[in-house]
């Protein structure tokens, strides 16, 4: 934990001029969603859902839904925006489940459980 992940300029974006570092206990990008223009939502190896802003390089991280004594070791691998854009379904931390979330305000609309 720790790591420092890379972003890469890309050519015709106005806020990536230069690659740039982010700071924070980021282990392994998973999956990635725009949420707006200014805004990527990620999930990580060790299941933490970040929230980046590109024009400040600022990231919060979205409180885990389902709390257990024993998550899920494979991460979140699985974030996808629905096409009205104002619901985000992720995987969860704990496995066999999903959580549904408010977009943009990331409040949790349902959890879903399986097995």
């Known amino acids: 934990y720790g790591m420092t992940e890379h972003v890469l300029p890309m050519p015709g974006t106005p806020y ?17 969603v725009w949420l707006d223009d200014d805004t990527v939502l990620f999930g990580t190896k060790n299941n933490r859902l970040c929230r980046f802003k590109v024009s400040t390089n600022t990231m919060d991280y979205i409180p885990p839904a389902i709390t257990s004594a024993t998550p899920c070791a494979g991460g979140v691998y699985c974030l996808e925006l629905c096409p009205s854009r ?24 349902y959890i879903c459980k399986g097995h």
């Open 86 to 109: 104002h619901m985000l379904v992720a995987s969860s931390q704990v496995t066999h489940s999903l959580v549904i979330y408010q977009v943009p305000q990331m409040h949790v609309l």
């Open 16 to 32: 990536l001029e230069a690659e740039g570092e982010v700071e924070g206990a980021i282990n392994k990008i998973f999956s990635s």
